[in-house]
């Protein structure tokens, strides 16, 4: 007899924690109840908002972008710099426009285990560049990041 009086007391306590409106569906919380915090807004470019270069091989070339400007350099060239980048990202993707003179450039940066063919280093980016009429495509890693021999 003791324990059904205890499911009781405890069934009643329970129901008393959900309050339920006169339809039985879920009462709407007191006025002075505090507003419930909305999930903080996740910004998909915060990953990208930081230094990132990119290099390929054949022809050998290397991307530099910091801040708004993507600088390109190879070996048998000056460098070429493009001013006033914009990102765009998504969770896995980041892509940067500019001009460089008359020619449009965009960097393509994309999620997902990359290999420059030549060399043992691994890069956690890939990146295919249009430079002018120009394709490139390669491995793009964090300025900070960048993947060396030996470590």
Not at 37 to 50: G, K, L
Not at 54 to 68: L, S
Not at 69 to 97: C, E, K, Y
């Amino acid at each position: 007899m003791r324990r059904i009086v205890a499911l009781s007391v405890a069934a009643f306590l329970l129901a008393a924690c959900s309050p339920e409106a006169p339809g039985g569906g879920e009462a709407e919380p007191p006025a002075d109840a505090p507003a419930a915090t909305p999930a903080p807004a996740v910004d998909p470019a915060a990953p990208f908002r930081i230094d990132f270069s990119a290099r390929g091989n054949e022809p050998f070339w290397r991307i530099d972008i910091k801040g708004t400007d993507i600088v390109l350099t190879r070996p048998d060239a000056p460098a070429t710099t493009a001013t006033n980048a914009g990102l765009a990202a998504s969770a896995n993707q980041a892509i940067w426009t500019a001009q460089a003179g008359a020619a449009p450039v965009t960097v393509t940066v994309t999620a997902g285990e990359c290999s420059d063919g030549m060399s043992d280093l691994k890069y956690a980016y890939s990146a295919d560049v249009t430079w002018g009429s120009e394709a490139l495509k390669g491995c793009a890693f964090p300025t900070a990041a960048e993947p060396r021999e030996g470590r």
